[in-house]
């Protein structure tokens, strides 16, 4: 059974910067594609970024493109969010997750609808 667990959030001041990690555990053949989503408090969840496995394309919401940059570690089953030049507005519970299915437009990758499996999600908060 697979498995993400998210992790690196915390308390981080405007301008500065944070790592988040999610580890997959289990088999990953056949995962198509993982993303980083985020809700904020009273809001909905909404698409950060996604990297599709079989050839590490990757894709950005407009919001973090510049500042934010997924990123992967074959060996250690693990994908990360390098987040740049945070902004209070970017403060929500960032989460990972994974789709199994093929996607066949590009819109698709950020559509939450399409992942099946989330992790727990982990905490970032920027203060101003």
């Known amino acids: 059974q697979v498995q993400l667990v998210e992790s690196g959030g915390g308390l981080v001041q405007a301008g500065g910067s944070q790592r988040l990690s999610c580890v997959v555990s289990?088999?990953?053949?056949?995962?198509?594609?993982m993303g980083w989503f985020r809700q904020a408090p009273g809001k909905e969840r909404t698409f950060v970024a996604a990297l599709r496995w079989s050839d590490g394309r990757i894709y950005y919401a407009d919001s973090v493109k510049g500042r934010f940059t997924v990123s992967r570690d074959n060996a250690k089953n693990t994908m990360y969010l390098q987040m740049n030049n945070l902004k209070p507005e970017d403060t929500a519970v960032y989460y990972c997750?994974?789709?199994?299915?093929?996607?066949?437009?590009?819109?698709?990758?950020?559509?939450?609808?399409?992942?099946?499996?989330w992790g727990q999600g982990t905490q970032v908060t920027v203060s101003s």
């Open positions: 997750a994974r789709s199994s299915e093929i996607f066949r437009a590009d819109t698709e990758y950020s559509d939450l609808r399409r992942y099946e499996l």
């Open positions: 289990g088999r990953l053949f056949s995962t198509y594609a």
